[in-house]
């Protein structure tokens, strides 16, 4: 294991030049990615199907010389194996059935999760097998109130309506984050049983909450997330990814329990360095739109966030998931760079 | 002017209770104003009727127990202005022909601007002239940065398209910057010369830039911005507003030159003082959705406001504008609550 670079990095070491990944490196910025989601009849059958799941996780695997793979799968399964049905909307993002048109929110058993979810578990196995013994293997899934805001709105978007459910409705919603800790601290259970080496919670939705709201639905069920991955017997580093917190990244860092911490593109890196816990490995932040400007630009801003995370354990990624514009050439280009340490 | 209770809190005073205003408080969710609106043709000529405008300042104070009365007008009126063309799509959004889409970049001179608003600053006079000697009265433009994100890429919505454009077109987007706040300093300076108490700018779009990038973009023309106002002898208070600044928040406060500094929904009230100079005054930050909400949740989210803001110098307000959505009663409590100190 101490030959995964990343590994080393979350475990408190300084690696240099950083371990490198990219948030969404298997993605529509690959011509092979879109040729081979073609084979899939929609968006959830290519999650659900090992084979084809396992290729879109290994291409930019040969491509890039990255240090670690990670899961090709959605946050969204969770809802979807507790019988809340998740479809895609080509162009515009999933969709789920909102509990906010419902006058009592019921959903399936968390228990039944793992089982239903199967074929992603395959996954992680057949990834793990394919890979170098060097190379680190992310499992994932969303974190608990990311994932309840596509159910309780039905769609992703502007997070009002999510917000006011929270403060009008405080037991419904707490209720369903209750569920969502447990089924999903069940699935990464189960991937790292597989094979996963360290986990991501993707709590992409951390942005525009009030304080004492932000402490209810982010950080108390992460704790309690965290918590209960112990409490299955996981050991591996989660890395938790509060994307949008801004001024309150350093009580997500501080307080919930997570390993290591993803830094968003505004949050600049002498700030979570700052509000952090000491020596707690940082994963950022490049602005994934320099990828698509690409030359001068991109170079300086690759420069700027191997400058800015100098000296303490850090994973070079975006501060966001790459987009479907950027050329590959871009992240060829950014992995070259941080291999030779910026020059 | 000593018994206008926010000047007072904007020098630096403890006021108990404080002084409240409402972003956006002259809008859609007042039924007299849905009324007043049809009165126009569209809603620049709105602005640009010193009649109309006059009246839609006035309705709020009418109902409410208000400190405050602010310009009604609009950010875009700067581009307007400069011969860039405003129209507004109904339920969408202002509409502008994108800067994205020419090859040159060029606009009007901004010492035209003040010739040509020249109905938003007799609006102004008429507001002085019919509000009671203790109600200030705000002045407003928006930040260079927000300004120039609609009039880059023609709309609202995802701003993207205009880091990119700042990434790969510097130098274009440097000189739009240096026009807007020109245009916006002497802009404010005749709301101040016609009767303006205070002035605030609205940097509504601070979120989502890279540090150095916030530098550039909000940091610099901001700074530049107060510094011309102090030029052509401005010397009233400045709040600036950078929504969605997060961590972020306290180079803004600290290194712009603005008196105070509006904090946003989900900036705490702890951070902001910690991150602010000493004795800033600090105005929010109520998140707007409890106005929906109403009942206890409203009540409770008043109250941790004024608690989180105690014993230093506080402007109550929300951390964003008031929602078409919010009924007149849920203001009429704010109001009422503030009054009592809660009780």
């Known amino acids: 294991m101490t030959d995964r670079k990343m590994l080393r990095v979350l475990a408190g070491e300084r690696v240099d030049p950083p371990p490198v990944w990219i948030m969404r490196q298997a993605g529509r910025y690959l011509p092979e990615y879109r040729q081979l989601r073609t084979k899939a009849k929609d968006f959830m059958d290519f999650c659900y199907t090992p084979e084809l799941a396992t290729e879109a996780v290994l291409q930019p695997l040969r491509r890039f010389d990255l240090d670690a793979a990670i899961l090709f799968s959605d946050i969204l399964v969770i809802p979807d194996a507790l019988g809340h049905r998740v479809w895609f909307v080509e162009g ?57 805001t596509y159910m309780i709105q039905g769609e992703g978007g502007d997070k009002d309506r999510c917000r006011r459910a ?94 290591a911490v993803g830094v968003d593109t505004q949050t600049p890196a002498a700030f979570a360095r700052r509000e952090a816990p000491a020596g707690m490995a940082l994963q950022g932040n490049l602005d994934p739109q320099l990828l698509i400007c690409g030359g001068e630009a991109l170079d300086a801003g690759v420069r700027e966030v191997l400058a800015a995370f100098k000296g303490s354990p850090h994973i070079f990624n975006l501060g966001h998931g790459i987009t479907p514009q950027a050329p590959p050439e871009s992240l060829a280009r950014v992995v070259e760079l941080i291999r030779r340490g910026g020059d």
């Open 92 to 148: 515009e993002g999933p969709r789920l059935d909102p509990l906010l048109d419902r006058e009592s929110w019921t959903y399936g058993d968390p228990d039944q999760v793992v089982a239903r979810l199967a074929p992603v578990y395959e996954t992680v196995s057949r990834v793990r097998a394919a890979i170098s013994d060097s190379t680190t293997l992310i499992g994932f899934a969303g974190g608990p109130w990311t994932v309840a």
């Open 166 to 259: 929270a403060y009008a409705r405080p037991a419904d919603v707490d209720a369903l984050l209750a569920v969502l800790v447990e089924a999903t601290a069940q699935h990464l259970a189960a991937q790292v049983a597989a094979g996963a080496d360290c986990l991501q919670i993707f709590e992409s939705w951390s942005e525009g909450l009030p304080e004492s709201l932000f402490e209810r639905v982010i950080i108390r069920p992460t704790q309690a997330l965290v918590a209960r991955l112990k409490a299955l017997g996981v050991t591996v580093p989660v890395i938790g990814f509060p994307r949008g917190a801004g001024a309150l990244f350093g009580r997500y860092a501080q307080e919930t329990g997570v390993a």
